[in-house]
């Protein structure tokens, strides 16, 4: 903010423009847009009652977080009709868990083996194999918060325009000394109070993330080819199963919807190492499927490509502002005038930097006041490191590897 300050008045006194007073303006306007798209956002609040079957893709889960999450399961199994575990050949040991407690869930709880590797022939077969009208693709280590999770989720379909929905979803923080963790949940938090309400109040959630989602069985079957099949570049997709079926849904003239009220947990990383590879996986997936869907993209409600196609912009402008500054080419007068050496003008532009991230993040830090201790850590995580893996995402999203698992 300080930097933008003093480029104002360069604006004001010398008719200047500068390239970061550009970038922090727009910035600003990205922010805004979101909240201002987001404060029309309200639940659905409308019971819905409908066969609902669940289907989780396994491989190699943790046998405690599969229990966990299965334990989770059962506290809304009046609302579920079925519940399929897709187990990948590779990991017959979790299909052996899922045996020993079917007895639990009165014959609703189910388990196979899919002999082709990768996520999306997990989800294909389960999705083939179920019977609800409401399929529910959920994670093997997402836990359902309580016992309204289901129920909550489903409401919005009592609305025949709604193909998809997307709930709630939080990072589980089991030890809070793993710092990677809470940013984890600190992003979720911003896309859960900021992203999802912006984009489900028009109707057009961009990404249903894949952690457990919701959405109409017979409108994605007829798809199941071209999901296993999705190549870009030459390459089979194997990451973004998500996504691509959130863009079935958005292409079928479907709204995909935030319901705020169906909540849960799912496991990170316990690394950094392992934060990163996540975050490079979901970036490239995201932006191919921007490029690669932005022609009808661009004729849906203004906030769906102006979110995505922001997300491309930023890390480039990012990169023209550091450049600009380390070779001198946004000069600024109004600083030159106030005669402070180089390390002053340093420390003041990072306090401008953290004030006008924090006030950015107030969503957040006013239901997690006990977070702002890390501002200065996520600030420079969505200030710069982010944008930098956004940068190597795109140059690099033809690669599939899931690299976390």
Known sequence: MFWAFLQIIDLIYFQRVGIFLLFFSFIWAYFLVKLAFARKYKPYTAPYHSTVS???????????????????MKMNLDQISEIIYAVDYRDRDSLAVVQSHMEEFGGKLSGFIVEQKGKRAAVAQGLERASGLIAIVMDSDTIMVDKNTVGELIKPFADPRVGGVVGNQRILIDDRKKIQKRIGDWIESMRSKLSYPAMS???????????????????????LGEFLNEKFLG??????DD?????????????????????????????????????????????????MNAKWMVKKSFILPFVYFSDIIIPFFLAAVITASVFGLDPTPAAASLHLDVIELIAM???????SIGLKQLPHLKSSKGETVLLPLYALMIGL??????????????EQKWLTR
Not at 385 to 396: D, E, G, Q, S, W
């Open 235 to 240: 390459v089979r997709c194997e990451t973004g």
């Open 201 to 223: 109040s028009q109707g057009t959630v961009g990404c249903l993330a894949g952690r457990c989602i919701a959405f109409r069985r017979s409108t994605v079957i007829p798809h």
């Open 385 to 398: 490191i982010l944008p930098v893996l956004m940068f190597y995402a795109l140059i690099t999203m033809r």
């Open 349 to 355: 532009g990072l306090s401008g930097a953290l004030l």
């Open 54 to 72: 669940i289907v989780v893709p396994t491989y190699r889960e943790n046998k405690e977080m599969l229990e966990k999450a299965m334990a989770s």
């Open 243 to 291: 996504r691509y079926i959130t863009n079935v849904l958005l292409k079928s003239d479907y709204k995909t919807v935030y319901q705020s009220t169906s909540k849960v947990l799912t496991a990170s990383p316990d690394s950094w190492t392992g934060f990163f590879k996540q975050q490079i996986r979901w970036l490239r997936s995201s932006r191919r499927e921007t490029i």
